[in-house]
């Protein structure tokens, strides 16, 4: 590279991280209490949403997005333009929540057009929304799961910009119904599925594995929760079917290779299942044995969900179009991380498409995965299910995406 191109790629790099760093300067002066974007469950077998927002009671309108944008997450994940040149991104990602948001097409559109990525459309066939059934006819709708459906859709589209949206739209949020569009989702031909939800580890959840997640060939992600070490894991994040997404805090930092600097968040899930087995290629590592023993370990791998350093989200079915704050959470770490897996294309999501794949690929040699060596979700026994440091760990799990090597 000459030495006119490599300043002009040090000055790409700082350009965006300032732009960043005042994307989040919005909300620097006040210091946010942020809130479940769904109630906690309140029947057995109910899950909930792992979207965390800015408390309802700061509210306010505002006409322009505070958080990161596309441009800075793919910055910071190594995937620059290859988002919109990469020609193997003709794959279609699945989306799995609870309960109907009548607004998410015009929604989408308006977050797309803002940032000037193409249109995804149920015209043109990009985006198709159905019931867990496959049937056009809704189910009844809710705000706070409409909102996450707002935020898993529009970061998909900030990731992968040409690939094909398929949102599976379950009755309620029970295991059941959740599971049964997992399952539609994957009919409709979904190469990767992403699962912003989840609910208390049981023993139910093995029987789960094979009704719901057992689709070989398909990506299936999904977030480890926002609670931190001490709430445990959340099903389905903890089955060995799934890539569990764990979350980090995701900086601005000029004079870095990439712009950012990365730290485990002190709200991501992770932590031993008591009803999963650890599969053999998770028992390969020393770390995650030394963590969880012989019991299934989360994270898998992680993304950006501290809501404080979070992303804009436009929605207008109970809210006035941007949302006020940033949105964070696991929710935002899990479609990153399957707009990644996407944007891979299909040949690489179809010889790698689960956990046990992303680790025998997983290599700390950019462009591949990013190592998180510092931050904490909690005090623990075994610390490496707690703590972020070399090699895997619980918060983090092999790191975070650089680029789409490790995909």
């Known amino acids: 590279m000459s030495h006119g191109r490599i300043m002009m790629h040090r000055i790409a790099i700082i350009v965006t991280a300032v732009a960043a760093m005042l994307v989040l300067a919005g909300l620097a002066s006040a210091a946010p209490v942020h809130a479940s974007g769904c109630a906690t469950p ?41 988002a919109l040149t990469n020609p193997t991104t003709t794959q279609t990602v699945g989306i799995v929540d609870a309960y109907n948001d009548p607004n998410l097409a015009g929604d989408l559109a308006a977050y ?22 496959g049937s056009t006819r ?15 859709a529009e ?9 094909h949206i398929a949102v599976v739209e379950a009755s309620s949020a029970t295991y059941a119904d959740l599971g049964a569009a997992e399952n539609e989702a994957a009919k409709l031909g979904a190469h990767v599925i992403s699962n912003s939800w989840g609910g208390t580890d049981s023993s139910r959840d093995p029987n789960y594995d094979s009704q719901y997640f057992n689709h070989p060939g398909v990506a ?45 968040w002190n709200g991501g899930g992770s932590g031993c299942s008591s009803f999963e087995s650890m599969p053999a290629w998770q028992a390969a590592l020393p770390n995650a044995v030394a963590a969880c023993g012989r019991r299934r370990a989360v994270a898998d791998v992680s993304a950006d969900a501290n809501p404080a350093t979070g992303v804009a989200v436009y929605d207008t079915y109970g809210y006035p179009g941007w949302y006020p704050g940033m949105i964070g959470g696991t929710s935002l770490s899990a479609p990153i991380v399957g707009g990644i897996y996407a944007l891979a294309g299909n040949t690489s999501v179809a010889a790698r498409a689960g956990a046990r794949d992303l680790y025998a690929h997983a290599s700390y040699t950019p462009p591949n995965l990013i190592d998180v060596l510092s931050g904490s979700n909690g005090t623990c026994a075994a610390i490496l299910a707690c703590t972020a440091t070399a090699g895997w760990d619980g918060p983090t799990g092999l790191g975070s995406p650089d680029g789409i090597a490790g995909f």
């Open 42 to 82: 309140t029947g057995p077998n109910r899950v909930r949403c792992t979207a965390l927002i800015i408390n309802h009671a700061m509210q306010r309108i505002v006409t322009a997005p505070k958080g990161y944008g596309p441009v800075q997450l793919r910055a910071a994940y190594g995937i620059g333009a290859l």
């Open 112 to 133: 797309r057009s803002h940032y000037g990525l193409p249109a995804c459309t149920t015209a043109s066939g990009c985006l198709r929304v159905a019931s867990q059934t």
């Open 138 to 152: 809704p189910p009844i709708g809710s705000t706070a799961w409409g909102l996450e459906t707002s935020l898993d």
């Open 155 to 163: 970061m998909v589209s900030a990731i992968c910009p040409r690939c």
């Open 220 to 264: 299936i992600v999904a977030a480890t929760g926002d609670s931190g070490f001490a709430a445990g894991p959340i099903y389905p994040s903890t089955s060995p079917d799934v890539i569990a997404v764990g979350g980090t805090t995701l900086t601005p930092a000029i004079g870095t290779s990439r712009g950012y600097s990365e730290a485990a």
